[in-house]
């Protein structure tokens, strides 16, 4: 060839391996650089090398649909709160303090609930103050609660609002978000051991709306005996709350409008999403040396009509005496309107234990 031709074709092939070069080397770097980024999370198992989250101990963590959690942590009595994403790396520069202790409070019992603006709503019992009985245990408390937006600031004043004051009994509760980034609330009461005690149970369904305000309050059950109200969580199906009371099972709407609902044998519960829950309940009975274990499970609608029941009999027997029908029983959803759920029994001695897994699909 002429050596024009020549030079021209070596020097577009020389800017095309440079280029090529340049570009192997640029896309190289970026992975190692973002696979090395996509993570903070050491694979080490030594203590010193796990995650520092925020400080404090004995954290609850909430987890957001897109994998990033919120992380809570108590330090001399003081709440914190930082959050995550899904790869491990801090959201906020510094920790949230939801509760600053006072000097005499203690806070725990830490729970917690997503509004639908990626943040989170929490509630905690608080001590301060508190009677004290013969053995030196609380024997009343109040309870708070604050929201925290996915910034980390604060959102009802510095210190949240008082969902129940000292005055009275001990007090628990358990919550559901309202669809509106607000609360709904179940407050348990007992007050049977204070100086001025009532001798009494309260049962108490209470909505908050975003801004912390509450909309209404509701009693539901009271009992002149301790311990005998329904202790269960509550539970969401579309704009209706399932809770429990000594009449059984009720509904109520985010209005606070109750609906009348039939009366159902509930044993263990989930809340498929917000649509439907499910329903067992375990029977035990003997056939000669044998001891069969027996679940029922329902599926229902919002308005708590059957959708589908199946009767599922374990093939897990024991002889009478040598053991137990029925061990370490749990239910968990599927997230494709199914379930997955345990049996088993055990034989003893030596102590063995036999665990069934089963799934059920919709």
Known sequence: QSPGIWDFSRSHLGVFLRSFVFIYFFLFASFVLSSSSLSQWSTSANPD????????????????????????????YNLWLQKLDPFGYKQWTQSTQVCKNTGSNSVYNVQSVLDKEGGIIVWWIDDRNAELDQWFNYTQNALYMQRINKF???????????????????????????????????????????????????????????????????????????????????????????????DGPQLIDTSGNKSKSPIINFGGIISDGDSVLYSSREVFFD???????????????????????????????????????WTNPFYQIDNAGGIFTSNGYYVSPPFIAHIFVQHINQ
């Open 49 to 76: 090398s796990s995650l520092y989250v925020c400080p404090g101990f004995t954290p609850t963590i909430r987890t957001l649909p897109d994998g990033s959690s919120f992380i809570f942590g108590m330090s001399s």
């Open 152 to 246: 980390g600031q604060k959102m009802w004043s510095d210190t949240g609002i008082q969902v129940a004051s000292l005055e009275g009994g001990w007090k628990h509760a358990y919550g559901v978000d309202d669809g509106a980034n607000g609360i709904i609330l179940i407050q348990g009461e007992s007050d049977f051991y204070r100086a001025n005690k009532t001798n009494k149970e309260y049962k108490t369904l209470i909505r908050y709306n975003d801004l912390g305000k509450q909309i209404w309050k509701i009693l539901i059950d009271s009992a002149n005996t301790q311990g005998v109200l329904p202790g269960q969580p509550i539970y969401r199906l579309k704009n209706k709350i399932l809770y429990f009371t000594l």
């Open 287 to 325: 056939s000669v040396s044998q001891q069969y274990s027996k679940k029922l499970y329902t599926k229902y609608s919002d308005v708590l009509d059957t959708i589908w029941s199946i009767d599922y009999s374990s093939k897990s027997l024991r002889s009478i005496g040598d053991g137990g029908a």
